[in-house]
């Protein structure tokens, strides 16, 4: 690490010390000024992702970035140009797909013969009213910050092109509840496979947060919490591991490897992945507003 920016100068210096870089700020542009600096880590409020991501993309850098890429359509269309203009490689924080369990299931379906259906259930009960994921300016609210993740999980397993996207919210007197984060959205795809996500805050922190189920061609797979896969009808078995695997380590490191010069890995999230992943999240959105099903056209 060469070095830490953060926003208050006492916080960056804390950080720098902790992990040994050379030297802390708390203007980001200073970094991107570096020439002794390839790759930038933003982990930044949602609001950050986009311009960060711009202005190191214009600097050189190679970017990982947490979720999501952008909060809104025009700058997922910035962000794109910047990425592709510049030719950096960029990766985004999808660590789910390399969860092992996950692996497993995602070369089970690599070559069905059918369309496939997937219920992807979030029980998200610590996403509380009060948390900064639902401020509007910084957060954009649960399905922008959080619901990509199962959108690009979908979007990976299923391998094609969204056609439309519905959703459904529900209807609470209680104000302590957002009904925008309490959400049904279904996404067809281009090959006629159809995803559910089942996104809600309203559940109990005692129960599992995630469980996928897939059926195709005969057979189902079911990855609960990342802890353990059910396979009936296809060829793999079940495995159940000792402790939750979500891939995060797993991500970092292939991206590593391919800024190493290593041949980019087929899962590695894509900037196309993760525009295509906020654009589930805003469509969603849109459908919330509208009550209508939203074609997959957002101009670029």
């Known amino acids: ?30 970094v991107l000024k570096d020439e002794n600096i390839d790759m930038v880590v933003i982990a930044t409020r949602h609001d950050l992702h986009a311009p960060i991501i711009i202005d190191a993309a214009n600097a050189g850098k ?31 924080g999808f660590n789910r797909r390399f969860s092992p369990l996950a692996q497993r299931a995602k070369r089970m379906v690599e070559k069905r013969k059918n369309p496939l259906m997937i ?11 009060g ?5 509007p300016v910084e957060g954009g609210g649960a399905i922008i910050g959080e619901g990509c993740h199962f959108f690009d999980f979908c979007n990976w397993i299923v391998g094609r092109e969204p056609l439309r996207i519905y959703a459904e919210m529900i209807s ?5 509840i957002v009904d925008a984060n309490n959400v049904i959205s279904t996404i067809r795809y281009e090959d006629g496979s159809v995803a559910s996500v089942t996104y809600t805050t309203i559940g ?8 996928i189920e897939i059926f195709v061609d ?23 591991l000792k402790t939750i695997q979500k891939g995060q380590f797993n991500l970092i490191s292939e991206y590593a490897e391919l800024l190493k010069g290593k041949e980019s890995c087929y899962d590695l999230p894509s900037v196309e992945d993760g525009i295509n992943a906020t654009v589930c999240s805003l469509m969603t ?11 997959w056209e957002y101009g670029f």
Request: with cysteine.
């Open 218 to 240: 005969k057979g189902a797979i079911a990855i609960d919490d990342f802890k353990e896969l059910i396979v009936g009808g296809l060829d793999g078995k079940g495995e159940k």
């Open 119 to 129: 219920t992807y259930r979030v029980n998200s009960a610590g996403m509380k009213k």
């Open 172 to 176: 609470s007197n209680d104000e302590s």
């Open 204 to 211: 109990s922190e005692s129960f599992p947060k995630e469980r």
């Open 285 to 295: 959105l849109d459908s919330l507003k509208t009550g209508k099903p939203q074609k």
């Open 131 to 135: 948390h900064w994921i639902n401020d």
């Open 62 to 92: 190679h970017v990982f970035v947490e979720k999501p890429i952008a909060m809104n359509y025009e700058d997922c269309k910035r962000v794109y140009d910047a990425v592709t203009e510049n030719k950096i490689n960029l990766t985004i």
């Open 1 to 30: 690490i060469k070095a830490i920016v953060t926003q208050t100068g006492g916080n960056a210096k804390k950080i720098a010390e902790e992990y040994g870089a050379e030297y802390c700020t708390t203007d980001y542009k200073e």
